[in-house]
Structures are given as C-alpha cells and as structure tokens.
DNA sequence: GTCTATATTGTGATAGAC
DNA sequence: GTCTATCACAATATAGAC
C-alpha cells in the first residue's frame, strides 16, 4: 500500500487494528474484520488484494504514531532516557502492533516513503549521531520490551533498574576501555 | 515435563526438533512427528498429554545446551565479549528453538529444576553479580539477536559494529554520570 | 461493492478396536 | 503402544450472480 488508503480502505485497516489489539494477531480474520464492518468476508477483497497488504497498512500506521511520540521526547532535557519511556510506553499501549512491527521481515516496499526513517532518526539524534550506538540503543529498548511484553523475565526482575542500568551504560561515549578487537 | 525421559520420549522429543529447525514453528504438527517416526499422530498422545508438554521439553533441551556454550565462553579472559559471541552464535545455529524460547511465557513448572538458572548464571557473573546490569545485558543481547533473525535491520545495518558498541557501553561499571532519576 | 457458495488446506485431539 | 476413523474447527481465497 504505497497510495494514500481510500475512505473505505481506512475503515477497513481500523476495524482490523481494534480486532489486533483487543485480541492478538490471531483474532484478526478476514472474517472478523469482515464481520465488525457488517459485510462478508470475500467483500473484502475488492479492497485489498490479501491480507498481507492489509498488514502493511497496519503497520505504516504504527511507525507514524511512533515517529510522533519519539520526536516529543527527543525534545526532553534527557532525550535518552525520554526516548526509552516513549518507546516503552508506546509498545505497551500497543504491544500486539508492535509485535507486528518488529518481529518480521519488513516489507519497505509496501510501506509509504519515510515512515520507518521518521521513527528511527530521533534515536539516532540522541545517539550524537553515531548509527551503530543508536542501533545498539534500539536493540536494548527492543529486548527489554519484548522480554516483558512476553513475560519472559523472571517474576522478581526490578524491570526499571534494568531500564535504568542499560540507559546509564549506554549514554555517553565513555573513555576507552579494553576493547573487543573484533 | 518434570521428570526424565523415556527412550521414546526422547525420540519424539528429537523428531520434533528437526521439524523445528529445518522448517520453523508451523512445520512442527503431530502428524509431521509422528510421519517422521512411521507411526500416526494419535499415538503421540500415548507419550504426551498433549503438544504443550513436548514444546517444554524442546525448551528444556535449549536451555541444557545453551548453559553449556555460556559457561563455556565465561572462563574466556573477556567473559562479556565472549558470551555475546556464544549467544548470538548458539541463536543463529538455532533461530526457531532460540524463538521458541523467548517470544512467549516459559512454563516454568513444565521445565525441569535450574535450567533456566543455568543458562542465567554466567551472564550474571560476568556482570559481576549485579542483576540489574545482566538484564540489561541480556536484553542488548536478546534485542540484536531477535532484531537480526527476523531480518529487522535496515539492510545497510553494521551489525558487528552495533555488538561492538553494545558491548563496550555495557562492558564496566562508570564513573558516574547525569543519571536518571526515575 | 456486495452477496452466496465453495474450494482447499490445515490443525489438535478423542474413541475404541486390537 | 499402535491403529483406523473421525470430530470439530479454522483459515485464505476464488467464481460468478446481482
């Protein structure tokens, strides 16, 4: 879906988002869908051609409120540790669609231009710039999101002390250290 | 699963994991299993109360394995860097049991006693005992490591270089700096 | 743009005979 | 412990009428 969504396609991508994040991926159904907008499910086809494009659709949504949120916080005195409570607030607001987002391959062609670039470029901003700490920023903030968001994390983890210990480390540039040489 | 194995069992267990790796989640059914075996689907159930109980027991065997790569990679003479080389490289080697193990809540009851503490401990040791700093470690190293195998990285991405500065951030306690205060 | 009818394929699980 | 037979679902998608 690179095109902007017509009226009827919009109701369609909302129907599926509260389906999504009231029951999960697999409550989204071209039946259901089709059943909360009152029509059938093969009517549906002659919005989107398969489901894979309604995902798309789905998806894009995610990354433009995400850029919204993240830009916000970069504004703060602390962009980081700013930055990680937006993140973590967001997915857990929406963690079916966030799942959604990050757990497979994605389809950058089917997604309008520069929304995933929106989302990343405040991250990248408060990283000074530097792509490969920013992208080590992203996988920490990644890892303890899905980790919780999973509930994969032993029941007694103090889950803001491990924000906080991984937000400390990965603020400045520190001075070197002994270094892993590869 | 609590208890130990039978031989059959086993032989389950291990036909399912070769489903698991060549072909991912969906290709592990009860009838592929038992089609490996050269028996039918129903009599599975004569071994296993039911697909849950066999997913726990695959989950088991990840873990066994996974402790003995990091306890392994914890007598390097730099435990950091060499643990998040095992992880990433045990997760690569295994992406859907690693997968399996970490997208969803662990059953803990169905896991047989310390598995999980095994696997766990030389992450914490090499933090220096500070629990807070290894789940944060842990989540740098499960954010990479998921992020990659389901192909998230921009394709451009330097993920060396992100391990890297990963690992360097996390490596020492600081000096201390600006700290958040929530 | 919506409908009905249907194809096709898949799943986990149980009953009861041997 | 294994079998056959079967239940009870669920899914995406297409054809063709209106």
């Not at 079916?96 to 929106?118: F, K, W």
């Not at 509930?151 to 892993?180: E, M, N, V, Y």
Request: proline share 7%; with cysteine; charged share 25%.
């Amino acid at each position: 879906m690179r095109e902007r969504l017509t009226g009827r396609q919009a109701e369609i991508v909302d129907a599926a988002r509260e389906l999504l994040e009231a029951g999960g991926p697999e409550a989204v159904t071209m039946r259901a869908i089709a059943e909360s907008l009152g029509i059938q499910a093969p009517s549906l086809y002659k919005h989107f051609p398969d489901k894979e494009a309604l995902e798309s659709a789905l998806v894009a949504a995610g990354f433009v409120e995400q850029a919204e949120a993240f830009v916000a916080a970069s504004r703060s005195r602390n962009p980081l540790t700013a930055l990680a409570r937006a993140y973590r607030s967001w997915a857990t607001a929406h963690p079916h669609l966030y799942l959604l987002m990050t757990s497979r391959p994605l389809e950058r062609d089917r997604l309008p231009e520069g929304v995933e670039a929106a989302a990343a470029a405040p991250i990248v901003k408060a990283c000074g710039g530097d792509a490969d700490r920013a992208r080590a920023a992203w996988a920490f903030a990644h890892g303890m999101t899905s980790l919780e968001l999973a509930d994969r994390f032993p029941p007694d983890a103090d889950l803001d002390a491990a924000w906080r210990s991984g937000i400390d480390a990965l603020r400045a540039p520190h001075a070197t250290q002994p270094r892993s040489t590869t």
